[in-house]
Nanobody, 116 residues
Framework: QVQLVESGGGLVQPGGSLRLSCAASGSISSDNAMGWYRQAPGKERELVATKTSTGSTNYAGSVKGRFTISRDNAKNTVYLQMNSLKPEDTAVYYC??????????WGKGTLVTVSS
């Protein structure tokens, strides 16, 4: 059974930084995209960033230049370094693993609050 466990969320002041981590356990295809999505109160879930097992990345326009996604394939772990955080980045951040030829998995989410 595949499980995704996120960590690293919390309260940060505007302009601050946070690093999210997501560790995937269980049997996951090596051909996949790992990434982060977020859902703010009253809004739909949206893409933040993804990175494929071959290294291709995709970022939402609102986070380009501020957020960096990375992954450790050996550890099935994906990270999201978030810098220059803004109040509008406040949301629950969800880890996602999308197997190219199989399943799609979600974590339970970690709350990021950007406020002074």
């Amino acid at each position: 059974q595949v499980q995704l466990v996120e960590s690293g969320g919390g309260l940060v002041q505007p302009g601050g930084s946070l690093r999210l981590s997501c560790a995937a356990s269980g049997s996951i295809s090596s051909d996949n995209a790992m990434g982060w999505y977020r859902q703010a109160p009253g809004k739909e879930r949206e893409l933040v960033a993804t990175k494929t097992s071959t290294g291709s990345t995709n970022y939402a326009g609102s986070v380009k230049g501020r957020f960096t996604i990375s992954r450790d394939n050996a550890k099935n772990t994906v990270y999201l370094q978030m810098n220059s955080l803004k109040p509008e980045d406040t949301a629950v951040y969800y880890c996602n693993v999308d197997e190219f030829y199989g399943m799609n998995y979600w974590g339970k989410g970690t709350l990021v609050t950007v406020s002074s």
